[in-house]
C-alpha cells in the first residue's frame, strides 16, 4: 500500500466520524490497471476504498464548481492550485473544503507504459522503489518509473499543494529549475505559415467529443461557447474550420487559469497534445503579466482585473 492511502483513510474516517464534512472524494481501484477511479464516500465504512499510488492523476477538482455541502478532497500541487482559482471564481467557498494535501511525485502516463509494453496486456501495475513491474498473464516487466511520467508531470515546477488543511507528506524540494518551454520556443520561431500548418496537423485528428473541456477543472461555464444554439458561434462539424475556432477559443478562455495538471490531454480519446495551446498562452501570461495560476488567493488571474498600467502596446 502505498505511505499515502494510510494517512487519506485515516483523515477520511476521522472527518466523516466527527461530521467535519459531508463526503470525501478520492480516489479507488479501477477496473483496469493504470486507471485509477473517482470515488465519493459519505460513510467511515467506505474509507477502505480509498487509494492513493501513481495511477492517480485525475484532477478531482473537475468535480466541485458549484456544489454546495462541505467536502474533504485530496490535491496534487496542480488541483491545489485548480482549488485557488475555483474560489477566487465564486465556484466553491473555501470553508466548504478540507484539503488533504499530497505533495506529489508525478503521475505515471498509461499510455507510455503500455506502448513500451509493445501490444502485450498487463493484468497488473504496480510500483514499489521507483520501479514499475507490469505483470501479464506470460511476462513480467520491469520499467523505471521517472521515465515514464506524463509530460505535464515531468515538467511540473509546483508539486507541493499551495493551499491545504493537512499535508499527508513531507514537501518536496529540488523541481523549480526545469525548462518548461522547450516546446514552446520551437513554435514561436517558425514562420506564420509554419505554426499553422503546426496546428493544423495538431488538431487534424479532432473528432469533437469535448473530452478535453469535460475533464478540465476551469472549464465549468454552465452553457459552453461551442454548444450555444443562440447565436450559434461556430459549427458543429469537424470542419477544421470549426474544429481550430474551438481550440483556439477554449485556449484563450484559459490564459492566465491553466494549471498544466494534465486533465485534458489525458482524456483525449485521440491522444492529441493540446496542451500545446494552454501552455503558450501560459508562457506569454508569465512573461507578460509575471503571473502563475493559481497560486496565492491574493491574486487574481490577469485577464479577470484591469489596472491602469496594464500592457497595451498590441491595442492599435
Ligand atoms: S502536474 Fe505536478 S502536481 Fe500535478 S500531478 Fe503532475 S507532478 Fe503532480
Ligand atoms: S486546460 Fe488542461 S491542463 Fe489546463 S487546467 Fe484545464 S485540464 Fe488542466
Ligand atoms: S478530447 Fe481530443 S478529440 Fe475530443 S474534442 Fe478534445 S482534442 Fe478533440
Not at 496565492?296 to 491602469?308: A, E, I, V, W
Request: with cysteine.
Amino acid at each position: 500500500m502505498d505511505q499515502y492511502t494510510g494517512r487519506i483513510r485515516e483523515i477520511a474516517r476521522r472527518l466523516l466520524q466527527e461530521s467535519k464534512v459531508d463526503v470525501v472524494l478520492g480516489f479507488q481501484r479501477g477496473t483496469l490497471p493504470m486507471i485509477n477511479q473517482p470515488i465519493l464516500i459519505n460513510e467511515p465504512a467506505q474509507v477502505r476504498r480509498l487509494n492513493w499510488d501513481s495511477f492517480c492523476a485525475g484532477n478531482l477538482t473537475t468535480y466541485l464548481p458549484r456544489r454546495r455541502d462541505r467536502i474533504a478532497l485530496v490535491v496534487k500541487g496542480c488541483d491545489s492550485r485548480n482549488v485557488v482559482l475555483q474560489i477566487l471564481e465564486n465556484q466553491i467557498k473555501r470553508e466548504q473544503l478540507y484539503l488533504i494535501g499530497a505533495p506529489c511525485h508525478g503521475m505515471v502516463d498509461r499510455r507510455l507504459v503500455l506502448a513500451a509494453l509493445n501490444g502485450r496486456e498487463p493484468m497488473e501495475v504496480t510500483v514499489t522503489n521507483g520501479q514499475l513491474r507490469a505483470k501479464g498473464d506470460d511476462f513480467i516487466e520491469v520499467l523505471p518509473r521517472d521515465d515514464y511520467l506524463q509530460e505535464n508531470c515531468s515538467i511540473c515546477t509546483h508539486r507541493n499543494p499551495v493551499l491545504y488543511d493537512e499535508l499527508i507528506g513531507d514537501p518536496l524540494v529540488g523541481h523549480g529549475q526545469v525548462d518548461r518551454y522547450a516546446d514552446i520556443r520551437a513554435l514561436e520561431v517558425m514562420s506564420e505559415d509554419e505554426r499553422w500548418h503546426h496546428f493544423h496537423e495538431l488538431l487534424a485528428p479532432c473528432i469533437r467529443c469535448y473530452a478535453c473541456r469535460n475533464a478540465c477543472p476551469m472549464c465549468y461555464c454552465p452553457v459552453c461557447f461551442v454548444d450555444e444554439s443562440m447565436p450559434q458561434w461556430l459549427g458543429k462539424s469537424i470542419d477544421p474550420t470549426d474544429t481550430k475556432t474551438f481550440h483556439f477559443l477554449r485556449a484563450y478562455h484559459l490564459a492566465g487559469r491553466c494549471t498544466d495538471c494534465g486533465n485534458c490531454e489525458r482524456a483525449c480519446p485521440m491522444s492529441i497534445k493540446i496542451r500545446l495551446l494552454t501552455k503558450k498562452l501560459e508562457k506569454d501570461i508569465a512573461e507578460l503579466y509575471g503571473y502563475e495560476a493559481g497560486l496565492s488567493l491574493d491574486q487574481r488571474p490577469p485577464l479577470d482585473t484591469y489596472r491602469p498600467d496594464d500592457p497595451q502596446e498590441f491595442i492599435r
